[in-house]
Each structure stands twice: as C-alpha cells, then as structure tokens.
C-alpha cells in the first residue's frame, strides 16, 4: 500500500461527506450534519496518513523531504488545507452549506490528481530552489489562505443566489447577510496568511536566488491576489461597502488565486513552474 492509495480512497470519503452536508442543508436535519462531519474527520484521517506516509516513503528513497514539492503534492495539500478549514469554519459557523463548498472543492481537487492521469505523481529529488527550511512555512501558510479564500467564493456565489433569486429552494438556505460575514470573515483569516506566505516566499527567494522580489510571474500574480483581497478589506473596513460588490470581489479574488495556482504553471514561464 502506498499513499497514492490513500488518497483515491479520501477522494471518495470527500464525495460522501459533500453529500451529506448536502442532505443535512436540503432536510435541515442536524443529525446528518454531524454525520458529515464525523466522514470528513475520517478522510482527513486518512488524507493525514497519505502525507506522512509519502514522506517517509521519500526518506526510505534517500530523497526524503517534506511532500509539497511538486504539482501532485501541492495538490494533495491543497486538498488537506480544505479539510482542515472545514473543521474550524464548521465550528464557527455550524452550517451544513460550509462543509458543503469545501468538501466538493476538496473532492474536485483530489479527483483530478487521482482520476486524470495526467499528474505525475512519483516521488521526485528536489531541484537546488527547494532545498530551504522556509518551504515548510512557505507552502503551509499559502495553501491554509488559498482554503480560506476558496471558502470566501463559495460565500460569494451564493450571497448573489440568495440575495437576486427568490424560491424554494433559496428559502432554505441562510440569509445574504450570512454568506457577506462569512466571506468577510474567511478574507480575514486569507489575507493575514497570504502575507505570511508572501512575506516567507520573499525570504526563501533570497536564499535561493539572492533577491526578495524579482517580479516573476507567481509572485507577481500573488502580489495582484493581496491587492485585491486588500482592497476587499479596505472597502469593508473603512468605507463600510457590503452587499454584491463586495461578493463579486470576493469571487474575482479567488479567480485570481486560481490564476497564481495554476495559471501561471500552464500559461506563463517562470522560476515557479514546477509548482
């Protein structure tokens, strides 16, 4: 058995727990809820184990590092951070729809590693750039922001629905102002560890290629990313703005997170192709 194993197997535990949340949110029944939470507990369990598992399995290769080196394990922890915002957002926010958007984000991601055959997924030595202590910290703090502001354009999407479509379905689902607190809030948490991840990666870019900023195309775009998210909370904060534009920024921010993620590997060139 091996981690890749593991993490078909989470892939569908996701899928089941986005399931039942689902159901709960549809019935509103709280028992389901809990039950849906209880299967997400246990694929983030098993998500857990893949990791370690893949990291001692490097170690057993003579390569062994920390699994957020390629584009398989930044997905892979990508996934991991959801879940992991998911147990605190559900907390927090004690509604079904949360553990709804962030168990399918989660279920979507490992689907394609897992499913698509297109993702290398072999364990690989890492180049020069990568051989720093600052990667941990790093990876960590920007895929834990990248959860957050995932879970902030779920709000988006559906402050618009609740607020510009009336019917039954709408009826059950909480308020506008619900989804407005839940991305402000979500932006929050996003924004201050964005900056640590961006603060990091300056750090680490220093040590790797002797200088803290030199405009490639990810930290660029992760440069516009905090811009954004900034603005959102400059306009909140200060100006007082809520409603649709501020869902609508919450959701073109996470355009932009995507963009940085995945856009930058496939469309642009530069020093952070390989994550």
Known sequence: MDDTFLISITTFVYFAAALFFLIAVVWERRGIQRFATAVVAAGFILHTAAIILRWVLSYRLGIGHA?????????????????????????????GLVGTILSLFAFF?????????????????????????WLISHVVSAFLAYACFALSFGAGVFYLITAKVKGRLTERLPSPDFFDDLAYRTISVGFLLLTIGIMTGAVWADTAWGRYWGWDPKETWSLITWFLYGAYLHARLVRGWRGTGMAVISILGFVAVIFTYLGVNYILSGLHSYM
Do not use: H, K, T
């Open 67 to 95: 699994p957020l080196s390629n584009f398989y394990e930044s997905m892979v922890f990508f996934s991991w951070s959801l879940a992991c915002v998911l147990f605190f957002a559900q907390r927090r926010f004690g509604n």
């Open 109 to 133: 991601i490992l689907a394609y590693v897992s499913l698509s055959g297109r993702v290398d997924a072999r364990i690989q030595p890492l180049i020069p750039a990568l051989q720093s202590n």
